[in-house]
């Protein structure tokens, strides 16, 4: 990749064996771009914890470096110990460690209850076994009273622990900016990974944004707005807006750029294209 940033890509485990068979597809075509891993999602509630272990160890045995994402919600830590103990005996030494949606926004916590906490009982278990990534968010978690108090959240999280961050997706690029340079007022240094989603569907973007405190600036809901249901030009407009996106983060000078996939690549390799 041009200018040494590098890439990583998020799936979610597929529930059928048609399923299962797009997406080593997906990781192969995307595995032509050198990408650093792919991380496999959780599932809200860990609703998918053996469907993100099998999916881990599917692409860990076809050859491509797989990094679970591991939750603590509804999560006892002897079920997490033993989650480790097996990524740990299957040479999976790389994490994304968060605390974790609740379903339906029921209220079901396991015995950590936040994401620092699960970083905290990952080190202690298991020391340095595992890289550790955390999630940050430069437009303010959903659930967060306050931008100060979710900085404090997030500062908590590398204190206890963590190598590296990885954004929510945003289409506000200073806000990205602006979170860097607020973490590196507060002396936090270790890397901070912009998230990237692909625009596919809007009504599906809108909703994901909504769920995740993402914002969709007013003239880019305008722009989707005008291709209502005319896919193909969404697309391509699409690739063309993260395509710029990308390049203006390459050019800040990113570590690297996390894609949110949806397990899809076509749109996705059209971006990369262009950014390579």
Known sequence: MARNTTLSFEFYPPQTQEGVTKLMQTAKELNEYNPEFFSVTFGAG??????????????????????????????SKAEIKDLLDIYKSNKINHLVALRGDN???????????????????????????????????????????TAKQDFINFKNKVEAGA?????????????YFKFVDECQKNSINIPIVPGIM??????????????CGAEIPRWLKFRLEDYADDLDSLRDFGVDFISELAETLIQYGVPSIHFYSLNYSKTLTKILKNIS
């Open 46 to 75: 860990g609703s998918t914890k053996e469907k993100t272990l099998e999916t881990v160890l599917d692409l860990k045995k076809s050859g491509f470096n797989a990094t679970p994402h591991i939750s603590c919600i509804s999560s």
């Open 163 to 175: 190598d590296s961050a990885i954004t929510q997706f945003f289409y506000n690029v200073d806000a």
């Open 198 to 211: 692909p625009i596919y569907n809007s009504k599906q973007l809108i909703r994901f944004a909504n769920n």
């Open 103 to 145: 379903p339906s926004g029921s209220i079901n916590f396991g015995e950590l209850n936040y994401a620092n906490e699960l970083v905290s009982f990952i080190k202690s278990e298991m020391g340095d076994t595992f890289k550790i990534d955390v999630g940050a968010y430069p437009e303010v978690h959903p659930e967060s009273e």
